[in-house]
């Protein structure tokens, strides 16, 4: 009996609280958006950046994260140098919190890898960032 009091009260409550949440939600995600697509855009412009030494396709991912209470902003980009003797890609993935315009993780990859990392965490492939970083980027 106690308890069927007591969840009741607690429903009372935190009812409104959690429905203002789940409301919340959708909206916190459309601003990360926006915000994300701001960045892009004052970053790159479009999707693609062209100079004399290489060609560079760009695009970006955006996550509202309610655990970490921040919008995550995924920059994605492929280089293809132009010349003839190099043709290594490099793939570069960064991810950063938006709301404290910090870089939490980097990967920068072609032959050989460059760097990989997370937050103070080493990695040896992109795959093993991608799993890093997925705690940051789903919920």
């Given at each position: 009996m106690i308890r069927v009091v007591l969840r009741k009260i607690v429903l009372l409550v935190a009812g409104p609280f959690l429905i203002v949440a789940a409301h919340a939600q959708p909206e916190l995600q459309e601003r990360c958006a926006r915000q994300a697509a701001q960045m892009f855009q004052k970053e790159w412009?479009?999707?693609a950046a062209s100079t004399n030494k290489a060609h560079v396709v760009a695009s970006y991912e955006s996550h509202y994260s309610p655990r970490f209470s921040t919008c995550f902003y995924l920059e994605i980009t492929t280089t293809t140098p132009r010349a003839a003797l190099d043709k290594t890609t490099i793939n570069t993935l960064r991810l950063y919190d938006l709301g404290?315009?910090?870089?939490?993780?980097?990967?920068?990859?072609?032959?050989?890898?460059?760097?990989?990392?997370?937050?103070?965490?080493?990695?040896?492939?992109?795959?093993?960032?991608?799993?890093?970083v997925k705690s940051f980027m789903e919920e």
């Open positions: 412009g479009g999707n404290e315009n910090r870089e939490y993780g980097a990967f920068i990859g072609g032959s050989p890898l460059h760097v990989c990392k997370v937050r103070d965490t080493p990695c040896s492939s992109e795959a093993e960032w991608r799993v890093l």
